[in-house]
């Protein structure tokens, strides 16, 4: 049973416009929630993390939001730029249980 | 600047060979995870170790074992290798709690095996 889904396998955005990827999970208990993203030949590199005390987290161009009533969670890109073409992977964690993963996003930013 | 090395970046290996993947990591991290990563199954967990000589198995442990005889270090065994194991492999560590310190990944192990 997937615990973290990301449904929609790949997103296409005009460069300079929004990006919105989004990530669902089962598990009640997940409290800390991280985005992961990966260039083809290299592994994940750490994006950013929001706590479940939190709803928003802001980093620069990137932000996550937290819906946990829906189990929902979104990572905005804005402005997109055709650098953040990847494949994006949300992971979730409780305690001190292995992250998990969801199967990834791939983003295209069009020029 | 954490630094995670995987010791080759392509393998190809022959159906029953013994496969050995090395993973070192040059942080001090407790914590040493291995993923393999494949096309709309996203990253899954092999195995995982918390502690030198400690292991635990993860979503898909089958087909593999691991050794971590030093902290550095931790070791994926494919026992038998089969075609099915054609995958990117991925090392990660951690200090710690992924709250406090996120995963830190390698480039990966792209194996291929005929």
């Known amino acids: 049973d997937q615990q973290v889904k990301q449904n929609s396998p790949s997103l296409s955005v005009q460069e300079g416009r929004i990006s919105i990827l989004n990530c669902d999970y089962t598990n009640s208990m997940f409290d800390y929630f991280l985005w992961y993203k990966k260039y083809p030949a290299e592994g994940p590199t750490f994006l950013i993390s929001i706590s479940s005390i939190k709803d928003k987290n802001e980093d620069g161009r990137f932000t996550v939001f937290l819906n946990k009533s829906a189990k929902h969670l979104s990572l905005h890109i804005v402005p997109s730029q055709p650098g953040d073409s990847a494949v994006y992977f949300c992971a979730a964690i409780s305690g001190n249980t292995p992250l998990v993963f969801g199967k990834g996003t791939r983003l295209s930013v069009i020029a | 600047d954490v630094k995670v090395t995987q010791s080759s970046r392509y393998l190809v290996k022959r159906t029953g060979e013994k496969v050995f993947l090395e993973c070192v990591q040059d942080?001090?991290?407790?914590?040493m995870f291995w993923y393999r990563q494949d096309p709309g199954l996203g990253l899954r967990l092999i195995y995982f170790?918390?502690?030198?000589?400690?292991?635990e198995k993860g979503d898909i442990p089958e087909g593999y074992s691991v050794s971590r005889e030093k902290k550095e270090r931790f070791s994926l065994i494919l026992e038998s290798a089969s075609t099915n194991q054609t995958s990117m492999y991925l090392c990660a560590s951690s200090l710690g709690a992924v709250y406090n310190s996120p995963l830190h990944f390698g480039n990966g192990t792209r194996l291929t095996v005929t």
């Open positions: 170790s918390y502690d030198v000589k400690m292991k």
């Open positions: 942080m001090d991290h407790e914590n």
